[in-house]
């Protein structure tokens, strides 16, 4: 079965420096993967989409890398700041493409002033 | 533009009551519709999800139903509640787009059983 992986340890960063979250998969090879934002008591926004065919993908602060050989996600906020204290989702599309994304539990992280 | 209502925010029920939530999107025709469940500290859980008017499909065997009335309406149910079910709640709508299922979020229920 499909199986996504996060560290579940909080990722602790200093301001200003970057932050730096993995996803992890196994046994899939998906089309695309996604990140999502969840602060406490919210619901999960969306932030960006990473297709198998590209490499990095660039949003503002934020860039996500997918090595489909590593079958890995590399989520970078740089210049972090307090205000993106967050859970970090990722999610892939299912195996099935059954209008189900696969998710994992999240990485949660503390940007310290 | 779209958006995803849910209510109720909060919800204390105790063991054996029933239950119902709604979500209703707004801004957008025959959406993709789920139910997620968060345990504190845990990932999401899909319970439901709905391609269309009526047809639902359950992924966790349990105590709770859900319906789709109407297009954009999904309700989940519970005859009798159990302390397992205690959880947040989120219902979700996928816009697909290029072959993608991005989920767009409700504000999500906090149930308590007591």
């Known amino acids: 079965s499909q199986k996504i992986e996060q560290n579940s340890e909080a990722l602790n960063i200093q301001e200003g420096k970057t932050a730096t979250l993995t996803c992890n998969y196994t046994n899939y090879s998906p089309a695309y993967l996604q990140w999502y934002r969840q602060d406490p008591g919210r619901g999960p926004v969306f932030l960006l989409l990473?297709?198998?065919n590209e490499k990095e993908k660039r949003k503002e602060r934020l860039k996500v890398t997918f090595d489909t050989t590593l079958k890995q996600s590399l989520f970078h906020i740089t210049a972090s700041q307090p205000a993106d204290s967050a859970t970090y989702l990722c999610?892939?599309?299912?195996?099935?493409?059954?209008?189900?994304?696969?998710w994992g539990a999240g990485t949660k992280l503390i940007i310290k002033p | 533009s779209q958006t995803i209502h849910q209510w109720p925010a909060t919800l204390v029920q105790p063991v054996g009551s029933p239950l119902s939530l709604e979500c209703t999107v707004e801004?957008?025709?025959?959406?993709?519709l789920y139910w997620y469940r968060q345990a504190a500290g845990r990932g999401l859980q899909l319970l439901f999800y709905s391609v269309g008017i009526g047809q639902i499909s359950s992924e966790v065997p349990q105590n709770l139903s859900a319906s789709r009335p109407q297009d954009r309406q999904f309700i989940l149910s519970s005859k009798k509640l159990l302390l397992s079910d205690s959880g947040f709640y989120l219902c979700?709508?996928?816009?697909?787009?290029?072959?993608?299922?991005?989920?767009?979020f409700g504000p999500g229920t906090r149930l308590t059983v007591l």
């Open positions: 979700a709508w996928t816009s697909r787009v290029g072959g993608t299922d991005t989920q767009y």
């Open positions: 999610a892939l599309e299912g195996m099935d493409s059954n209008y189900q994304l696969i």
């Open positions: 990473i297709r198998e």
């Open positions: 801004g957008t025709s025959n959406p993709n």
